[in-house]
């Protein structure tokens, strides 16, 4: 797959990456439906920063698309953060993660708000989405689990999960909380997420393997095609 120069690279190799010219307009990518959000800022070079703080959780997140997976997770949620890292390795995207939050009560608000400022990043980052391939699928094994995530950069959230795990919790994460970050991002990103599992016996394998092929499949759904004129789009708009 190639990512921005359109040389023929591995997925693996650190790829250089072609830059997109910022858009117009960035800067209201959160939408004017979420007073919490304090601030969504474009940095350029496909880049945004989100800025969260309600009376639950105080996040600050900075997400780059054409990163080549730096990553620095500080969430409060051990195992979140984890799989934050294994996304943003895998989709050799650039992620920082500043969060604290309600987690002596549990920890939904610190993940459904992280799930909620990762996704107005990547809406923001994208900018007006000229170029990009739209469409992005990978399986990714993890011993005896298999997950599989497909995913269309369409402006039309929606989360569609099949996924069938053996066990309530994973150290003292409640894995509920694995679809509410999903949703949460899919909404925010404005992205059509396709998430299964097709089969696994290890709750963390299974969840690790999602984690991992979510950021495959972004990492092609936001990848720069140089025969891509325009948005990859018949309306012309995404």
Known sequence: M????????????????????????????????????????????RRA??????????????????????????????????????????????????ARGDVEVDDHHTSEDIGICLG?????????KSGIRRYGNAFVPMDEALAQ???????????EMRAEFPAAKVGSFDVELVREFLWKLALEARITLHVIVHYGSNTHHMIEAVFKALGRALDEATSLDPRVKGVPSTKGVL
């Open 120 to 128: 107005q990043a990547i809406r923001a980052a994208l900018g007006d």
């Open 2 to 45: 190639t990512r921005g120069n359109g040389a023929g690279q591995t997925p693996g190799s650190g790829q250089e990456r072609r830059k997109a010219a910022a858009s117009a307009g960035i800067g209201g990518a959160a939408g004017p439906a979420d007073p919490a959000a304090v601030g969504v800022k474009f940095l350029g070079e």
């Open 49 to 98: 920063e989100i800025v969260r703080k309600t009376n639950e959780t105080d996040v600050r997140l900075t997400f780059g698309l054409d990163g080549s997976g730096d990553v620095s997770i500080d969430t409060g949620v051990p195992f979140l953060g984890h799989m934050l890292e294994l996304f943003a390795r895998h989709g050799h995207f650039d992620l920082r993660v500043k």
């Open 149 to 159: 995530v497909v995913i269309d950069v369409s402006n039309r959230p929606h989360l």
